[in-house]
């Protein structure tokens, strides 16, 4: 079964560090996330990709953070400098392309600033 | 702008017990509404859809859902809660924005079963 593959699973880094997690989604699927999911909340979408265009980041902290989708594909989610807010779930999920799909997750990365 | 709202955080119930976690929606046009399941340190899991057609949704797990538009409710029930039933839920609503379709998350029922 096809799955979204997430790396690293887990991330400890100290505040003010450069921290980059990366993202392959499902194969064809035109449309990739990334939420960030603070413990005990629901997941907020930081940025979503349509094949390598940026369709929304209206809630993605520009100051600090980034993604990328090069080549359509894979992508990469950067945080520099860290801060102790910043500590999360770090989720990306891809669909196909239409309103009516779900989008499928993976694993996620848990982010700890210290 | 989209949202959903889960009336309650917590729920807990006995194994064998009716489940109910509510599930509202706010949408400027017709939504679909999903279903999402989360184990501890897990990504997340559909359970169930409803995009068009029939308003009564059967899911995994036993799990169904109606969708009212009326009510503008989409509340998630199973008949019988098992222990492996214990996991965080998540109401998501998607919708078109701009350019985008995006799918919005409640903040989520934490499910208790007990025995």
Known sequence: ?114 | AQSVTQLGSHVSVSEGALVLLRCNYSSSVPPYLFWYVQYPNQGLQLLLKYTTGATLVKGINGFEAEFKKSETSFHLTKPSAHMSDAAEYFCAVRAQSGTASKLTFGTGTRLQVTL
Not at chain 1, 19 to 36: E, M, N, Q
Not at chain 1, 73 to 82: E, Y
Request: with cysteine.
């Open chain 1, 1 to 114: 079964e096809a799955e979204v593959a997430q790396s690293p699973r887990y991330k400890i880094t100290e505040k003010s560090q450069a921290v980059a997690f990366w993202c392959d989604p499902i194969s064809g699927h035109a449309t990739l996330y990334w939420y960030r999911q603070i413990l005990g909340q629901g997941p907020e979408l930081l940025v979503q990709f349509q094949d390598e265009s940026v369709v929304d980041d209206s809630q993605l902290p520009k100051d600090r953070f980034s993604a990328e989708r090069l080549k359509g594909v894979d992508s990469t989610l950067k945080i520099q400098p860290a801060e102790l807010g910043d500590s999360a779930m770090y989720l990306c999920a891809s669909s196909w392309r239409g309103r009516n799909t779900e989008a499928f997750f993976g694993q996620g990365t848990r982010l700890t600033v210290v």
